[in-house]
């Protein structure tokens, strides 16, 4: 694949695999967004993703789509560093992204308890109450993009 059709591939989806570093690899589901520049993911503040993040930062992340037969497929993965996101402004806007996706997505509240939140609370609590950290893709090295179509 070129730039052009896994950034597509990247912008159409929302969930990948980061695969985190440790005694065995640790793979884990994220929900994302795409800023045409960076990745960025929410992570709970509670897990075994958090001590390996902490341990090391380096990960692998794998976006995929395919139909159901498996005659069509694309992937990327892309390896690179997680890097917590600590400005403020920054945060708050990377937010207010995921707060647009899952609406735009139109994803049920209960994707909530993936991002530490209780599925009774409104998507907004992502902007007010600060149980996830905001993650982004950093100093990517490598990118592989696979298709058969």
């Not at 207010?96 to 993936?114: C, D, R």
Request: contains cysteine; glycine residues 4%.
């Amino acid at each position: 694949m070129n730039k052009e059709e896994y950034d597509n591939l990247i912008q159409e989806e929302y969930i990948c695999r980061i695969a985190f570093l440790g005694e065995y690899p640790y793979i884990a589901p994220f929900l994302y967004v795409f800023d045409e520049e960076f990745l960025y993911f929410l992570s709970t503040k509670y897990g075994k993703k958090i001590e390996l993040f902490q341990e090391n930062p380096d990960v692998a992340v794998e976006i995929e789509k395919y139909n159901d037969d498996l005659t069509e497929y694309k992937f990327v993965t892309l390896q690179g560093s997680l890097q917590e996101v600590k400005d403020l402004d920054e945060n708050h806007k990377i937010r207010e992204l995921f707060v647009n996706m899952i609406q735009e997505k139109n994803l049920s509240t209960k994707i909530l308890a993936a991002l530490g939140h209780s599925p009774q609370e409104t998507f907004q609590s992502i902007l007010t109450e600060e149980k996830s950290f905001v993650w982004k893709l950093v100093r990517v090295a490598n990118i592989i993009g696979i298709k058969n179509i």
